[in-house]
């Protein structure tokens, strides 16, 4: 997976804040920061269920603000 930024009139500061962006919109640090200590396989369980509440929660407070 590549992240590609153009630099528009030699603006790396602008450059540098939109790679920022991509990256953690990704999620690619932090599946690196995941991936260099082991998990083990019960935290992994809980942590994923710990995310899925959370996404869940995220979900259904979108979904009544906008009906």
Do not use: H, T
Not at 37 to 63: C, D, H, M, T
Request: hydrophobic letters at 35%.
């Amino acid at each position: 997976m590549a992240i590609e930024v153009i630099v528009k009139d030699n603006n790396i500061e602008q450059a540098l804040r939109v790679f920022k962006r991509k990256v953690l919109k990704s999620g690619l640090l932090r599946e690196y920061r995941a991936k260099q200590v082991y998990e083990k396989p019960s935290a992994k369980r809980r942590r994923k269920k710990k995310e899925g509440i959370a996404n869940y929660k995220r979900q259904k407070r979108l979904r009544e603000r906008y009906l």
